[in-house]
């Protein structure tokens, strides 16, 4: 029983998570609807940006966008969705207090839960807060020699990239459990990314796995300690970065909506995104069972998809025949990813792997787009 029922807000679209997805459609949607977005933190930041926000603090001043700015008509409620409910979406507000939250139609864009503040504010956090974050974890790089990455994802390659680009004295390991980095994109783009950073020092193990280390996942500033792998091989480290990717952030739904979760805790969606039987519910974004990799390149189509088929909801009284069906990107390797500000490597539908340091600068190396979505968002 919801005690806060009657406290609840009638909208038009209540968006639960504001990140890639439920943003720019928030964008989208606001010039037409009153729309409410639920999310912990104060502001959008463009995800692309935080392996360099790590090694120049001064980078997230133009990669973290209040949402006051970025989305001025917009009612944002800074709380974190805790239950999905057949009556609406009950939120845990920062000031400790529930409200219920009821739309016309609910978006559930949610996205990856990291087990740490690396790669985003855990628990709800001010751009100030955010910032200062970036100027602390810059601090740790510069007084450490021995930094261990674990993972070898796009995420510990882009981090890779960025720390041995600006302090190229440190010793810099990316230990990936997989027989090769970047396991998304094909074989010569991930060989490319491998070659490139030897080459400027960095050691890369693979099918190497963390046994242990002194630190753990939740860590974000681990402390100085020494890590085992699967070949027996013990690594010493002043830092630990964890680049091990995230799980999708549906633990809302336990309670009322299990069985639309697949096994990896995916929602099932239909082909016009709407949570499998559920007439009002959309789900966007990394939290989808979507067979497709789970990047911003392609969850613009998914909002394009979602856009058009709320408004057919909400001023057409949703004739099934008008919604739009989404076209997952399955076995899709296009991914663009940077080796420091001056170099990367991208693989691109029909050209295949380009490997040109000056297409990747100007692809994403120099910017790390923040420049596209501050246009998209309008700042
Ligand atoms: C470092 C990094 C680099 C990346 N680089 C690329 C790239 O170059 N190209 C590419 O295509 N993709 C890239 N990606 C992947 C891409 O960013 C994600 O696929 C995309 O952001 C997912 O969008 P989303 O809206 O589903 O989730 P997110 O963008 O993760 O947004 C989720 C939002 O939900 C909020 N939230 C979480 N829990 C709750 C809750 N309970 N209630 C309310 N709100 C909640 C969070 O605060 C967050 O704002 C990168 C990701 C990272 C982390």
């Known amino acids: 029983m919801i005690a806060t029922s009657k406290a609840a807000i009638q909208d038009d679209v209540v968006i639960y998570g504001g990140g890639m997805a439920g943003a720019l459609l928030a964008k989208a949607l606001a010039p ?47 709380g974190a ?106 074989e010569a783009a991930a060989a490319q990314a491998a070659k490139v950073l030897k080459a400027s020092g960095v050691t890369v193990l693979t099918d190497e796995r ?28 002043d830092l630990l970065i964890w680049c091990v990717g995230g799980k999708p952030n549906t633990a809302y739904m336990a309670q009322h909506y299990a069985s639309t979760l697949n096994q990896a805790g995916r929602i099932r969606v239909s082909p016009d995104l709407r949570v499998v039987g559920s007439d009002t519910v959309f789900a966007l974004g990394d939290i989808t069972d979507l067979d497709e990799n789970k990047m911003a390149w392609h969850i613009g189509g998914q909002i394009r ?19 739009k069906a989404h076209k997952p990107q399955t076995g899709n390797p296009m991914m663009a990813v ?23 600068r100007v692809a994403k190396s120099s910017h790390m787009l923040v420049p596209k979505f501050r246009k998209a968002l309008g700042v």
Not at 145 to 174: D, F, R, S, T
Not at 215 to 232: F, K, N, P, Q, Y
């Open 32 to 78: 037409e609807f009153r729309v409410t977005l639920v999310d912990p933190n104060e502001y959008f930041e463009v995800p692309m940006s935080v392996p360099r926000s790590l090694v120049k603090p001064g980078f997230a001043d133009a990669a973290i966008i209040p949402f006051a700015a970025a989305l001025p008509g917009v009612a944002h409620v800074r």
């Open 81 to 186: 969705l805790v239950e999905m409910h057949p009556e609406g979406g009950l939120v845990q507000l920062k000031n400790g207090k529930e409200e219920l939250l009821k739309g016309r139609v609910s978006v559930l864009a949610t996205g990856s839960k990291f087990s740490n503040a690396l790669m985003r504010a855990i628990d709800g956090a001010s751009v100030r807060e955010r910032k200062e974050f970036y100027v602390q974890y810059h601090r740790r790089i510069v007084a450490s020699q021995n930094i261990l990455i674990v993972g070898g994802g796009p995420i510990g390659v882009e981090v890779a990239g960025e720390i041995i680009e600006n302090h190229p004295a440190k010793k810099i390991i990316i230990l990936e459990a997989g027989p090769r980095v970047l396991a998304g994109t094909s």
């Open 210 to 237: 963390l046994e242990c280390a002194d630190s753990t996942v939740a860590e974000v500033l681990s402390g100085a300690g020494e890590a085992l792998t699967s070949r027996g091989q013990s690594i010493p480290y």
């Open 305 to 323: 998809t979602a856009a058009h088929n709320i408004r057919a909801i909400l001023t057409r009284a949703g004739r099934p025949s008008r919604l």
């Open 338 to 360: 940077t080796l420091g500000s001056r170099n990367g490597v991208l693989h691109l539908p029909v050209i295949g792997v380009v490997r040109s340091p000056f297409v990747a």
